[in-house]
């Protein structure tokens, strides 16, 4: 009995991916971020929901001309990040979510705190395999967060 509540609970690999891909899409077309962030609403009683969830608040704000929704969204998606980070410290993902989400977020919003703790944990991971490793690549190369040997270390 408890292996079947412990499989109930899991997010499948397939459902990862439609998270992943819905993602990808979302990067470049605000269009299919609504898609994205009620897909990714479905698990967030997974870490990985949960931070694609924050992702997706992150992505909203972002595309917002209204400073109150940006700002809202903004807060929900760090705080929505952050959870995922407690539910699941060492996963490289969510790290990665959330750093990229701090880097664009301003100064004046205090929520670049833990950029340091998420770079040593990408600079330590293997991401070579990732399944969002071409999205982690691009994002070291331009950020300008991580040095020349730091970026040669993880290519």
Do not use: C
């Not at 819905?22 to 990714?40: G, P």
């Not at 990665?96 to 991971?125: H, V, W, Y």
Request: charged letters at 20%; proline letters at 3%; zero cysteines.
């Amino acid at each position: 009995m408890p292996l079947l509540l412990i499989s109930l609970l899991s997010l499948s690999d397939s459902e990862i991916n439609q998270i992943r891909s819905q993602y990808r899409k979302a990067l470049t077309d605000e269009s299919v971020i609504a898609n994205f962030k009620t897909l990714a609403s479905k698990h967030t009683q997974h870490a990985i929901g949960k931070a694609y969830y924050g992702t997706a608040l992150a992505l909203e704000a972002r595309a917002s001309w209204s400073p109150a929704t940006k700002m809202s969204n903004a807060k929900a998606a760090y705080k929505s990040l952050n959870d995922a980070v407690k539910m699941d410290p060492a996963n490289i993902e969510i790290r990665f979510l959330r750093l990229s989400f701090a880097n664009g977020t301003p100064d004046f919003l205090e929520m670049k705190g833990s950029m340091a703790d998420d770079k040593k944990i990408l600079l330590q991971g293997n991401i070579k395999s990732h399944p969002i490793n071409d999205i982690m690549q691009k994002f070291i190369a331009n950020s300008g967060l991580f040095s020349a040997a730091e970026k040669s270390a993880i290519k």
